[in-house]
């Protein structure tokens, strides 16, 4: 019923505990930027412009270094969401008009993914009012999932690895002759 494991199986489960392990590990670097050196500092300010419509903003980020790259801005509206658009900031400065025409409060905020120089960052977060007479509503999509594929890929091979594992450990029957 029970059946003993020698040497030769305890060094082949080994063997696959260790792939497992460097095979779910090596998938956590994409989880991170790493190997940044500074931090950057992203502020955001906002100004009702003149001869605009109602709800809307001029929007301003500006970040401690002169970086060009991807920057995000999302929002949430009345604490749905959040969504979001990437563009690109130049020189450590980014301008848009932002319309609000839901009404209530939407917070805003930018999101500097990093690069080699500097980590990721996150602005302040700002909120202003929406007016149903303002501009349309802009697309946007949902916030991003991939740390969430990440983790579930990792999880994959973890449980890939322990069934292959047990698969190999089990009893096999013996040919009765």
């Known amino acids: 019923m029970f059946r003993s494991f020698g040497i030769p199986r305890f060094r082949a ?3 696959m505990v ?3 392990a460097s095979l779910a590990l090596l998938s956590f670097p994409f989880l991170a930027f790493g190997g940044a050196a500074s931090q950057l500092t992203l502020t ?3 100004s009702v412009p003149n001869g605009n419509g109602p709800g809307v903003y001029s929007v301003n980020v500006s970040a401690s270094a ?3 790259g991807p920057i995000t801005l999302y929002w949430t509206i009345n604490g ?3 969504f979001e658009t990437t563009t690109q900031m130049t020189n450590g400065y980014f301008e848009r008009l932002f319309g609000c025409p839901n009404p209530g409060n939407w917070t805003l905020w930018y999101v500097w993914e ?3 120089q500097y980590g990721q960052s996150q602005s302040n977060s700002i909120i202003v009012t929406g007016d149903p007479a303002g501009p349309a509503f802009e697309s946007s999509t949902t916030s991003d999932n991939s740390a969430l594929i990440i983790a579930a890929v990792s999880g994959a091979i973890v449980v890939v690895a322990i069934v292959g594992t047990f698969l190999y450990l ?3 029957g013996k040919k009765e002759q």
């Open 66 to 68: 002169p970086v060009t």
């Open 13 to 15: 489960m080994g063997r």
């Open 170 to 172: 089990r009893p096999r």
């Open 44 to 46: 955001l300010t906002y």
């Open 80 to 82: 749905h969401g959040p």
């Open 114 to 116: 990093g690069n080699s």
């Open 18 to 20: 260790c792939l497992m």
